[in-house]
């Protein structure tokens, strides 16, 4: 090298060679390619000329000719063959001329790289790098980027739509608004528009699984797009787009379509349809509430349908059983549960909004009324007869545990779950009392799960009456030992006696029955035994949950009756006397007149005709006469003669009414008494809210309990605010 | 609820003391009314005593009912209520002393005659609004008479509302009337409810009951009666 300093044209002489070597190459031209002594040689020749000392220094002007280097060519070379192509080819030569660029760039950039490191950074001025780009960004992309664009959308050529794109993408040189402004905006704009189109038409022809299809399919489609040409950040805008156009506004017609629209999908249980459906719309915001609000009054009016059923049935069919109907409708109501449960858990991939909609459907038809009975009854009674031994079918116990789990999670549907708890606790004695081998692992598991819904205080009186039972068979075998260590003070009748406590079982009335001779004296054993084991408690006898195996001698032969204690008291009363009269009867017995009715009526007019009455008619009257019926005989030599129990259900729904009053009471007390002064509607919903968890208070039953309270002195009303109380402490 | 409002004797007259040397023509006049109004009060004790029992020295229902034959009014007219309100009489039918010369000092009358063409003024006087509420209220507790008593039974609530707001509200009473009687949910009506009423009457309209709403804080027996009627109406 001569340390004489380079002139700029002559080294600019130099330079310009290489360039045009370079440029021959990228054209395609048969060109060498660049050897490494060719190209330290053009470094050196910068590198010089830029640390010659001034005024020999051209870092400026080797800066300004690098730049005009690519101008010169861009404007000579590259925007001719652009712009005498069009469409595809014009994208084509695009592509190659961008392709070529980027070389020239590199290469370029390299040969001038000194001025980089010292020149460039001293001054702060846009590296070579940059420069060359915003060469082919001022002359070449602004020129054609429209056309590019208008090109690109009605383009098939991926591999080519994707080096295009990525045009679009590294001129904005680190931030996407040239893609998205230049580009992006178009596209989707279009996008939309087609889908429109085609949207429109399907909605006509298409069945709404078939749109659906469809719909996904495009979906589908364009994702794919995304992934092999276009920028990723196009994708959510697409795909919004996409459903936009073809599930947002249409979302109603196509619901609602009459013969495959989202009713009849649920009503022919169509659950590949449903499951799409729910796909495609779960990811649109708020797209799911049609959904919801179609699935919803679905299932309401499927279930009103089944309680009507029940209705018409019991009321047509005079001669079926009672009760039959209500019990057929639990069991359908906890199909249809069961079915629509899985609806929710599987097609709506469990979604709240599906949840929230099936609990909202239940709690309409589950509190209806059901020819006059609540349906917390009839739940029940269903419970009942799932555990009584027997019951209606002989179920196995993964059945009969299966069966109940549905029945408490109905159970969460009903308001009025208090009145549930009266009922089975009315019933769980006669269970518990009279149907020993029933399963007791069952009654034990009903109520846990009993008290998982509903909390400790809803079961602790049944959870009590069960721990009764299990004390009193002991109990009962400690009595045994007794009389046989104290065989004298045997009664001479087999006494069994269930000692129950008065807390959790429902109250019984005690009639102060006149008791034949033998039983007065068992009564007394049994008292003298229960006194060496505790003193410090009190009986009280119930007869009426009592029961006696009688022998009747009858003229053909002996059958054993199998009656109620009160039904034996009254027939042993004809071992003194053959014939009795209504009045004689009932002063013997100390009964009222409903219970002798009763009993009367179930030995002389019923099935078993052991009393014969005269005169003889089908109802007892008070001047009847009685005699034992010696001609009486069935086949059986051994019949139970049933005692039909009084109706409680009044007395349920009043000790209910009675318990929610208290309940009412304590709960604004409670409430006022924290908050001191609260505005009337505000009272009101929290006491609800307070006490939802058993039942749902009726608004006029808690005016009523605080116009109580007022009398009671333990409110007042505000006296500028009538719409507020006060606590009154 | 009435509390016995320890009504302290406002004195009328100045005190007595004349000092001759600062006697002013505003002390004469001050002596004079002082001297006229003992002579008033004696004259209104002497009315008291006249109708009063001797031995439980009040005037009873007896000596009432001879009061208003004097006055030629009926014993059952609202006016003579007004006037135990004006009195701030405690119990039904009974007048004491104190209470005599409280309400009969207030309406400046010492004679029977001035008392009857007071009656006049005196109802004006209670059916402005700002004194009605308070008659009003103190009307329901005027009728409790047993010590305990907090409510008052339907025959007698129909009989006061007829009597109190009979002439004001015709229609509202009338019909309210007939619900009570006909109603088996109440056999008692208790002040708020009372008070209830009151306010029922003066802010919602009536017989169309449009602007009444049920979420509020109405007395129950108010809402049952407006669907009484909302069913009649139908």
């Known amino acids: ?729 | 609820m009435m509390r016995r409002s320890a009504y302290a004797s406002k004195k009328t007259g100045q005190p007595n003391s004349t000092n001759p040397i600062s006697c002013s023509p505003s002390d004469i006049f001050r002596t004079a009314s002082s001297k006229a109004s003992s002579k008033e009060m004696e004259r209104i004790d002497n009315l008291f005593y006249s109708f009063a029992n001797r031995s439980s020295g009040m005037i009873d229902p007896e000596g009432i009912e001879t009061l208003c034959s004097d006055m030629e009014v009926d014993h059952t007219d609202v006016r003579i209520l007004m006037l135990a309100w004006k009195m701030k009489a405690e119990k039904q039918g009974y007048f004491t002393l104190e209470e005599w010369r409280r309400g009969l000092k207030a309406l400046r009358v010492d004679t029977v005659s001035k008392l009857r063409k007071a009656l006049t003024e005196l109802e004006k006087e209670v059916r402005r609004p700002s004194n009605f509420v308070d008659f009003y209220s103190y009307s329901f507790c005027y009728c409790l008479t047993e010590e305990k008593q907090k409510s008052i039974d339907i025959e007698s609530i129909c009989q006061l509302l007829d009597l109190v707001l009979g002439s004001q509200f015709r229609a509202q009473v009338d019909y309210f009337i007939e619900y009570l009687k006909i109603q088996s949910d109440y056999k008692v009506i208790n002040l708020d409810q009372w008070m209830g009423f009151f306010r029922f009457c003066n802010e919602i309209s009536f017989p169309d009951l449009s602007n009444y709403d049920p979420d509020l804080a109405w007395p129950l027996v108010l809402d049952n009666f407006v669907e009484w009627m909302q069913a009649k109406q139908s």
């Not at chain 1, 590296?127 to 780009?133: A, D, K, M, Y």
């Not at chain 1, 769980?428 to 008290?451: C, E, G, Q, V």
């Open chain 1, 1 to 729: 090298m001569e340390n004489k300093a380079i002139g700029l044209d002559k080294g600019w002489d130099y330079m310009q060679k290489g360039i045009t070597k370079l440029k021959r190459i990228l054209e395609g031209l048969p060109e060498p390619p660049f050897t490494s002594e060719e190209y330290m040689m053009l470094y050196t020749t910068i590198y010089n000329m830029c640390t010659q000392k001034p005024p020999h220094d051209h870092s400026q002007q080797l800066y300004d000719k690098y730049r005009e280097a690519f101008e010169e060519y861009i404007s000579s070379t590259v925007l001719p063959s652009l712009r005498e192509k069009h469409d595809e080819f014009m994208l084509r030569e695009l592509a190659k001329r961008w392709a070529n660029h980027k070389v020239m760039v590199r290469w370029l950039s390299r040969f001038f790289h000194y001025l980089d490191r010292y020149f460039i950074a001293r001054r702060s001025l846009p590296t070579l790098n940059e420069v060359g780009l915003t060469c082919f960004r001022d002359l070449v992309y602004q020129e054609v980027h429209a056309k590019v664009k208008d090109a690109v959308i009605t383009l098939i050529d991926r591999a080519l739509l994707k080096n295009v794109l990525d045009i679009f993408v590294e001129i904005g040189m680190g931030k996407m608004d040239r893609y998205e402004d230049d580009f992006e905006a178009d596209m989707l704009q279009d996008t939309g528009a087609y889908y429109s189109r085609k949207a429109s038409s399907w909605i006509e022809e298409d069945s709404c699984p078939d749109y659906m299809l469809k719909s996904e399919e495009c979906l589908k489609k364009e994702r794919d797009r995304v992934s092999h040409y276009l920028h990723s950040s196009s994708e959510t805008k697409l795909s919004e787009k996409v459903q936009n156009e073809l599930l947002v506004a249409y979302a109603n017609r196509l619901l609602e379509k009459e013969h495959s629209g989202c009713r009849p999908l649920l009503r022919d249980d169509k659950v590949e349809d449903l499951s799409r459906m729910y796909r495609l719309y779960c990811k649109i915001p708020q797209g799911l509430d049609p959904v919801a609000n179609i699935f919803k009054p679905h299932i309401t009016a499927e279930g009103t349908a089944l309680v009507q059923q029940a209705e018409d049935a019991t009321s047509n069919q005079a001669s079926s059983a009672p009760g039959v109907q209500e019990q057929v409708l639990i069991r359908r109501t906890i199909e249809l549960h069961d079915k629509y449960m899985a609806y929710v858990t599987d097609c709506f991939q469990n979604h709240t909004l599906f949840h929230k909609a099936l609990k909202e459907a239940f709690e309409v038809f589950c509190n209806k009324t059901v020819t006059g009975n609540s349906s917390a009854e009839l739940l029940a009674t269903f419970c009942d007869n799932i555990l009584k031994k027997g019951g209606s079918e002989k179920l196995s116990d993964e059945v009969i545990e299966e069966t109940l789990e549905k029945v408490v999670k109905l159970l969460a549907y009903i308001s009025d779950k208090d009145l549930f708890a009266e009922f089975y606790r009315k019933k769980l004695p006669r269970r518990l009392l009279f149907d020993r081998s029933a399963n007791d692992d069952h009654k034990r598991s009903i109520l846990t799960k009993l008290k998982q819904q509903c909390g400790g205080q809803f079961t602790s009186k049944m959870e009590g009456m069960v721990t009764d039972l299990t004390l009193a068979r002991e109990n009962q075998a400690n009595y045994e030992d007794y009389l046989r260590s104290n065989s004298a003070a045997h009664p001479g009748i087999d006494l069994t006696v269930t000692v129950l406590t008065t807390g959790f079982w429902p109250s019984y009335k005690s009639f102060d029955l006149n008791l034949p001779a033998e039983m007065v004296k068992c009564v007394e054993v049994f008292k003298g035994f229960y006194e060496t084991k505790t003193k410090h408690r009190k009986l009280t006898w119930i007869y009426s949950l009592g029961t006696c195996h009688i022998n009747g001698k009858f003229e053909q032969k002996i059958i054993e009756l199998i009656v109620s204690t009160y039904q034996a008291a009254v027939l042993l009363l004809f071992n003194a006397s053959d014939r009795l009269s209504y009045s004689e009867i009932m002063a013997h017995l100390n009964l009222t007149h409903d219970d002798l009715l009763r009993l009367l009526h179930s030995l002389s007019c019923a099935k078993y005709k052991i009393l014969s009455k005269e005169p003889n008619t089908k109802t007892i009257s008070h001047g009847d006469y009685f005699e034992f019926n010696s001609k009486f005989t069935d086949k059986l030599r051994r019949i139970k003669v049933p005692l039909p129990p009084v109706d409680e259900r009044k007395k349920v729904v009043e000790d209910v009414d009675k318990d929610r009053r208290y309940a009412i009471d304590a709960a604004l007390v409670r409430i006022m008494k924290s908050r001191k002064v609260l505005g009337h509607q505000q009272l009101v919903s929290e006491c609800v809210e307070q006490l939802s968890r058993m039942f749902k208070p009726d608004i006029k039953a808690i005016k009523k309990r605080m116009e109580d309270l007022i009398t009671r002195d333990y409110l007042e009303r505000d006296k500028e605010n009538q719409n507020m109380f006060r606590y009154l402490a």
